[in-house]
C-alpha cells in the first residue's frame, strides 16, 4: 500500500497508484504505436507519463512487463458485446468493432506491434493470448444465444464463431495493403454467419 | 555479371551466385526462426553461410534487405496448388499445406518472424504483401473453377476465397495457443467453401 493511500479524503484509496499505471500504459501504448517493442524503452515511458523512473523500473520491470500490463488493462477496458437480437446484426458490431480498432492509426499501430512482441517473447504471448480469450468471452454469448434461438445447430463451437468473425480481418491488416473498410468487416460477419449456418463449426472444441 | 560467369563450363552461368544466395537466405531463415529479426546480424549470416560478409552486405545491405529476398525467394519456391475437382478438396489441400507449414518448428517460427519484421518496417511490410499476393494468385484458380463448375455463385471474389482459409490458421497461429492440426486446417476449409457458396463473397473486389 503506497503512503498516499493513508491520507483518507485527499485521495480515494488507489486513486494516485490506478492515475500512475493509467499514465504509463497510456505513454507505453504511445512509444509501442511509434515505435514497436523494439523502441519501448522504461526510463522514456517515465518521462512521456511524467512518472518517476524508479516506480516505471520498480513496477514494471521490463519493456514486456509493460506490454503484457498493457494487454491485461485493454481487456479490462475492452467495450462490452452488442445485443442486436440476431447473431448477423450481433456479428456485424463485432466485426465493425474490430474494424475500427485496427483502422484507427494508434490503435492499428499498437495491435501490430503487440501481436509483434508476442511472436518473440513468451510473457508478451500468454498475455496476448488471455487478452483474445477475454475479448472472445465477451461476445461468445452471442453466438450460444444463436444456437438457443434455433439460428445455428446445436453442437456449434460457439467461440470459434467468433474467432471466424475477427480472423480475415487480422489477416487483411498483417498480410496485405488492403484497407480495412466497413465492406470488409460485414463480409467477414456475413462470412463467419454463413459458414456457422451450414455447421462448420459443429464439432467438439479443440 | 560475377568473374565466375566468364569461365563457362567450370561454372554454370549464374551457378556460384544462386549458390550463394541459397546458403545465405537459409542461413538468414535460420537466424530468423531463432531470434527474429531482431537477431538477424548480416556477419552472422555471413558465418553461418560460410560465404564472405563483404558480399552479403554488399548484396543485400541490411536485415531487411535479407528479409525481402528470403520472402522473394519463398514466393518463388511456394508449391503448386493442388487439383482435386472439387472445391472442399482443393480448399482443404489448401488449408492442410498452410496448416503443416505454420505447425513445422522452423517453418512457422519463420512466419511469425516475417510477419512482425513487417509490422515493423515498409520494405519487409512490402515484400511480405508481395508474398501473399503471389500466393493467392497460384490458388485462386480454385474459386475460379468453382464458379466456371456451378459450385460457387457468379461475381464471387475468388481471391477472397483463398484468403478466408488462411485467415483463421494464421490468426489461430498469433492470438492463441491452441495447436494448428488437420481439424483446425480442414474447418478453415469447409468454413471458407460454406460462407462462399452462401454467397458472402459475392460483391467487387476491394
Known sequence: ??????????????GRTARVRSA????????????????????????RAEVGRTTVYRRWGTPVGLV??????????????TETGTLVGDLRANARLVQRTL???????LFKSVIAAATCDTQAAVALHRFYEI??????????QAV????????????EVIR???????????TTAEPLDEAA?????????????AGAFVGPAR
Chains 1, 2 share one sequence.
Open 164 to 174: 471466424a468473425v475477427s480472423a480475415p480481418l487480422y489477416y487483411r491488416l498483417l
Open 24 to 47: 504509463v500504459l497510456r505513454a507505453a501504448g504511445d512509444a509501442l504505436a511509434e515505435h514497436g517493442l523494439a523502441g519501448l524503452d522504461l526510463a522514456d515511458v517515465a518521462l
Open 185 to 197: 468487416a460485414d463480409r467477414a460477419a456475413d462470412a463467419a454467419a454463413a459458414a456457422a449456418r
Open 68 to 81: 503484457a500490463d498493457l494487454l491485461a488493462d485493454m481487456a479490462e477496458q475492452s467495450l462490452p458485446r
Open 148 to 159: 438457443e434461438r434455433g439460428e445455428l445447430p446445436e453442437g456449434t463451437d460457439t467461440r
Open 1 to 14: 500500500m503506497t503512503s498516499e493511500a493513508v491520507s483518507p479524503g485527499t485521495v480515494r484509496p488507489g
Open 135 to 144: 475479448r472472445v468471452s465477451e461476445w461468445e454469448p452471442c453466438a450460444r
Open 103 to 109: 483502422a484507427d492509426p494508434r490503435q492499428g499501430a
